[in-house]
């Protein structure tokens, strides 16, 4: 409990969508004797309180967000993340399920401008998708 307050703050100021790690050497700018597992645990009692959003992508470590309404756009080849806002979909969502909606993420998948470029310069498909 005595870092959940920084590891909030830093979740919520970030300008990228960290990992546990990331967050860990954030805070021992402040906290030096801190341990990686306290802030594991303190990342995951904040998103069992809703207090943050846990992204999970396969094959990638687990990242933190802000609870702000948003969405993401995914890079299918790098596993880059970048926030979208897009208009809230929750009453379309209700009135076609016919029950209230609780919430929702939805992640785009794309290919990044830096994936792209990468792609078009070895003339490959990516994926196996054209570029």
Same mark, same amino acid.
């Given at each position: &409990? ?8 830093? $979740?919520? !100021?970030?300008?990228?969508? &960290?990992?546990?790690?990331?967050? @860990? @050497? !954030? ?14 645990? #303190?990342? #995951?009692?904040?998103? +069992?309180?809703? /207090?943050?959003? /846990?992204?999970? $992508? ?7 967000? #802000?609870? !702000?309404?948003? *969405? ?10 970048? *926030?979208?806002?897009?208009? *809230?979909?929750?009453? *379309? ?5 016919? @029950? ?8 785009? +998948?794309?290919?990044?401008? +830096? ?17």
């Amino acid at each position: &409990m005595r870092y959940e307050k920084s590891i909030l703050e830093i $979740v919520n !100021t970030a300008n990228a969508h &960290m990992t546990a790690e990331q967050v @860990f @050497f !954030t805070l021992r700018q402040t906290f030096p004797s801190v341990v990686l597992a306290t802030v594991y645990n #303190n990342l #995951n009692r904040l998103h +069992q309180q809703g /207090k943050i959003h /846990k992204i999970s $992508v396969e094959g990638s470590p687990d990242r933190y967000d #802000n609870i !702000t309404r948003h *969405d993401h756009l995914l890079c299918r080849r790098c596993g880059a993340l970048a *926030d979208i806002h897009l208009s *809230d979909i929750t009453a *379309d969502l209700e009135r076609q399920t016919g @029950f209230p909606i609780e919430g929702y993420e939805l992640r785009i +998948q794309y290919l990044c401008p +830096q994936c792209r470029a990468e792609c078009a310069a070895s003339s490959a498909t990516c994926g196996g998708q054209d570029v």
